[in-house]
């Protein structure tokens, strides 16, 4: 199990994506110089995460403190929202989720969608503003419903800098 | 083999107070009063099985002890306030026992606390067998003997007990059991300690922080862990708490987890609660690590990977475990 990490530099900007597997044999990347710009993290492809992994996101991040620009994560995965709600310390006050995806179910015919929600669009500090629980399915057109507990997935809103 | 909790607490003992003692009554009587206005036919038995610990028994106040025992032997691991109710029993069921072993993984206060009260240790005859990787392992003994924190002098029990040292990372036998220490990650120097006996096996790793996490990392200290039937592990402090807490020398449920499915242990027991930590909020921190483990088993599966069958809980004192 291991972890593809992508580096982009877009003006002042770093643009990091990580694919697979974040464990304890994970190694993040070391920014020589502060960021002058945002540091944006793509989750998508994050399959999981562990404990161990969570500890070592955690110290990493704090490393990034000083991003000038801030730290946002994008495009954040099912596996990674529920650690975020789970592991405290993986989203501190300084790193804003500024999209993530939502997983939803169709018990007609089995079809399973991601649905993302973006910051300033289905949520922003306050919460949810426009949000649909449940979306027809693009196989069957019956009724997909999200496939969380609400009170659960959508519980990092509540955090400070969430 | 046999495993015995007498203490599972960290830190400080902890006891129940009286007046939430009085509070946990009150909750479970009105619960139970208003199952019976509803004429369920269920006994007082059955309706404490439905309660959540923090409730009921709770998870225990006593600090660290534990008793291994396969066959004739018995070993002794640490001597937290828990060693003074296993030597209650010792007087009373096995008064003529003469002969103890005890290993210290490391002389904090909370692992020593209950060594004055060993009744066994001021009787003639008796032998008590002390165990420690520690050069300094008789000085940290007669550091607990001695005016004014204890009346009784090291002197008068020093003819009871033998010290033996045991070297890092090399197996020892006592009796049935063979014994083998591992370096733990603490402020002070701590030694875990894998026990075997009867083809099974204990890893005991309490306290410890875990900030050695991969293999390459606890290099021959991965071998506490490796295929353990049972695993006790230090989660002092939620997975939050950890991350603050560097350096303090603890760890957490989700990190025990991870130890143990990577290592392919079978039975976690997650010990050393926090003192401060009423049951509720221990109960609170088992059901966030079981929220983590069910949510990574998920991702497992889903990441094509084998799940697991490792069975886990937090611990509670008095628990006796048959491997």
Known sequence: MSLTIKITNVGRDVHLSLEGVLDENCQLPEFPEVIQGELEICLEKLTMINSLGCRKWAHWIRAQAKTKGGVSLVKCSPAIMNQINILAGFLPEYARVDSFYVPYYCEGCGYEDRVLLTRGHEFDTTGLISFAEEVPCPGCKAIMAMEVLRERYFKFLARKGA | MRVRLWGV?????????????????????????????????????????????????????????????????????????????????????????????????????????????????????????????????????????RKPTFPVPYEVVQKQIRIHKLKPREKARIGELEITPYQLDHPDPCWGVRVEGGGRSLAWAVDTECTRITREELGPDVGLYRDADLMVFDAQYSFGEALEKINWGHSSGPTGIDIALREQVKLALFVHHDPSSDCEAIGQAEDQTRQYFDQLLKARRQSGLKTSDLVWRFAREGEIIQL
């Open chain 2, 9 to 145: 607490r960290g830190s400080l003992p902890a006891p129940v107070t009286p007046e939430r003692l009085r509070l946990r009554l009150e909750e479970v009587l009105a619960q139970f009063e208003r199952l019976k206005d509803q004429n369920l036919p269920i006994t007082a038995r059955q309706f404490i099985e439905t309660l959540p610990t923090h409730l009921t028994g709770g998870y225990g106040g006593n600090t660290s002890c534990a008793e291994v025992t396969h066959g004739s032997t018995r070993l002794l691991i640490d001597s937290g306030s828990g060693l003074r109710v296993f030597s209650d029993l010792i007087m009373k069921t096995e008064p003529q026992c003469n002969e103890f072993h005890i290993y210290f993984t490391h002389f904090h206060w909370d692992h020593l606390i209950g060594l004055p009260f060993f009744a066994p240790l001021y009787m003639k005859g008796r032998t008590i067998h002390c165990y420690a990787v520690h050069d300094d392992l008789e000085e940290s003994l007669r550091s607990v003997f």
